[in-house]
C-alpha cells in the first residue's frame, strides 16, 4: 500500500521535513507519495535520497514516489 503525503502550498524544506518523518514511521520497502507544487522539491528530494540512501521516481512535476530502502 502507497502512502499519501500531500505538500502542497508548504514551501522549502517542508515537503521534505514531513516526507522525513513519514518514512521514519514506515517499513523496509513501504511507498509514500509526496505530492508538492513547490519547484525546489525535486532538487531538495534528490539531495535527501543521496544522503538518506531511498531511492525516489519522478512521476510528475508535482508527484514522487519514495520508498523506504533502509
Known amino acids: 500500500m502507497v502512502a499519501e503525503l500531500d505538500c502542497r502550498g508548504k514551501r522549502c524544506p517542508l ?11 514506515s517499513e523496509v520497502g513501504q511507498e ?15 539531495a535527501w535520497a543521496r544522503m538518506t540512501g531511498n531511492e525516489f521516481i519522478v512521476i510528475s512535476a508535482d508527484n514522487f514516489l519514495i520508498t523506504k530502502s533502509n
Open 15 to 25: 515537503p521534505i521535513i514531513e516526507l522525513s518523518k513519514k518514512i521514519k514511521e
Open 32 to 46: 509514500v507519495l509526496l505530492i508538492s507544487d513547490d519547484p525546489a522539491t525535486a532538487a531538495d528530494l534528490n
